[in-house]
């Protein structure tokens, strides 16, 4: 019997072949989870190991061909909650079950019989690939449960919106509470209009300082100023300008809005949407709203950001350019997230309108830091300052579809469309005109065909 099955049946009295067969066991336990048990233990608990093993295999290799394939379909199973609830269940029995099997292993190994010298090296070998193993499992838990809570912090529950006339349309917001004001204000506004099947892009800049801004049809703002906010100096707040409407909805008029918050949204935001609508004509389908004040923490998640910049910049100071604390100098610089958010936000020595430039650059340079390698290797920092830092309507169950559609847009150039002088006369727009920019700039070219 010792001589059919060694394994199982040992020469106990022999040190060399108790040495022996410890180091097969635990480097089986590596290799196929389960099967020290059933060549040399409780072979119940072995085959529920190697089926298990099995299984995870069968995953594993399915999900990477699937990837090499259709990546989008892996997008798509790990963005959406049920699926990460699954898989962070199941990373965590897996780490349990290794955790069972490994210490099964030690037990069936009889490290007393072993050579004294090499007890220590394969108890040592068995701990250290236990911590490797369930670790990484149990991490894998962790990460699906980050995973988990930021998407569902972050993105809508309802259900997709279609492409209208063949495109998406984003309103980008920069949100800053600042010193001084009555809740947050978006200093950056933006629309970016994405080609539904190419990824083609176009980002729209709008400037704060437009008057009057219209609304569009249907809005319940539009009942309220007719011939745009702003007209005639009329407005309830201090000053008349774009980005007040956010703040005024939100303190005086949110029940104009009363679905807002039911569709992950704000008043104030919905408002903004209507003003950007009635802005550039064009329909509107999800809003990206961004915390200035907590901005750089996703700047420092993703590594840092790097900018090539054209023009001396102060850090902090008041309108009069008192308080400085530092200054951005031109030429390429890896800016981590302080100095990032003030590469955005620094008007002083500038106006609004090259702030602006500068924040369509940064949106660009950090558009392109969002790659499959970077989010995976810094996915819970970047998740838990997405989460702090980012509103947005858009559905999570078309989250790998945008992930798609953005990996179309990165590889090609985004056009940008500025509303600014000397095009634009933000002190008398004319919105027939902007209409027919946009539209010019977002029609894609059609080829003449050949005579």
Same mark, same amino acid.
């Given at each position: 019997m010792t001589i059919a099955n060694p394994i199982r049946y040992p020469n106990a009295g022999s040190r060399a072949v108790m040495t022996r067969r410890g180091w097969w066991l635990v480097a089986l336990n590596l290799l196929l989870p389960g099967s020290a048990q059933v060549l040399a233990g409780n072979r119940k608990l072995g085959r529920f190991?190697?089926?298990?093993?099995?299984?995870?295999?069968?995953?594993?290799?399915?999900?990477?061909?699937?990837?090499?394939?259709?990546?989008?379909?892996?997008?798509g199973i790990f963005t959406q909650t049920a699926m990460l609830w699954?898989?962070?269940?199941?990373?965590?029995?897996?780490?349990?079950?290794?955790? /069972?099997?490994? %210490?099964?292993?030690?037990?069936?190994?009889?490290?007393?019989? !072993?050579?004294? $010298?090499?007890? @220590?090296?394969? &108890?040592?070998?068995? /701990?250290?690939? %236990?911590?490797?193993?369930?670790?990484?499992?149990?991490?894998? !838990?962790?990460? $699906?449960?980050? @995973?988990?809570? &930021?998407?569902?912090?972050?993105?809508?529950?309802?259900?997709?919106?279609?492409?209208?006339?063949?495109?998406?349309?984003?309103?980008?917001?920069?949100?800053? &509470?600042?010193?001084?004001?009555?809740?947050?204000?978006?200093?950056?506004?933006?629309?970016?209009?994405?080609?539904?099947?190419?990824?083609?892009?176009?980002?729209?800049?709008?400037p704060r300082d437009l008057d009057p801004v219209p609304f569009s049809d249907g809005s319940p703002m539009k009942k309220i100023y007719p011939n745009g906010y702003g007209y005639d100096d009329y407005c309830d707040v201090d000053v008349c300008q774009l980005n007040s409407i956010y703040t005024e909805v939100e303190l005086y008029k949110p029940k104009l809005y009363p679905d807002a918050t039911k569709h992950n949204s704000e008043p104030g935001i919905e408002a903004m949407r209507d003003a950007l609508e009635g802005v550039t004509g064009l329909k509107i389908q999800y809003y990206v709203l961004i915390d200035m004040e907590g901005f750089s923490q996703l700047v420092d998640a993703l590594g840092g950001v790097t900018i090539d910049v054209k023009e001396k910049l102060p850090i902090g100071g008041d309108a009069q350019g008192n308080g400085v604390t530092g200054w951005i100098y031109p030429g390429k610089q890896h800016m981590n997230g302080y100095t990032a958010q003030w590469y955005a936000r620094s008007r002083e020595s500038t106006s609004d309108y090259d702030r602006m430039a500068r924040q369509r650059i940064l949106e660009d340079a950090i558009l392109k830091q969002f790659t499959p390698v970077n989010v995976a290797t810094k996915f819970q920092d970047i998740a838990k300052a997405g989460s702090q830092v980012v509103k947005t309507d858009i559905p999570q169950s078309m989250l790998a579809y945008f992930v798609d559609l953005g990996s179309k847009t990165r590889s090609q150039q985004v056009q940008n469309l500025e509303l600014v002088p000397p095009t634009v006369d933000p002190t008398d727009p004319d919105y027939t005109q902007i209409h027919s920019m946009v539209k010019k700039a977002v029609t894609p070219p059609t080829s003449t065909p050949t005579p």
């Open positions: 190991g190697l089926v298990s093993t099995f299984i995870l295999w069968a995953c594993v290799i399915a999900l990477i061909i699937t990837g090499l394939v259709k990546p989008t379909i892996v997008v699954l898989v962070q269940i199941l990373a965590f029995a897996y780490a349990v079950l290794w955790v /069972v099997l490994t %210490l099964d292993t030690l037990r069936l190994v009889r490290l007393v019989k !072993a050579r004294p $010298a090499a007890r @220590a090296g394969i &108890a040592a070998f068995a /701990v250290v690939l %236990l911590a490797v193993v369930s670790g990484t499992a149990a991490y894998g !838990a962790v990460l $699906a449960g980050s @995973a988990r809570g &930021a998407l569902s912090g972050i993105f809508s529950a309802a259900a997709s919106e279609p492409p209208v006339d063949g495109r998406y349309n984003i309103m980008l917001l920069g949100g800053d &509470a600042g010193p001084g004001r009555d809740g947050m204000r978006p200093d950056s506004m933006s629309v970016l209009s994405i080609d539904a099947s190419t990824g083609q892009a176009v980002s729209i800049g709008v």
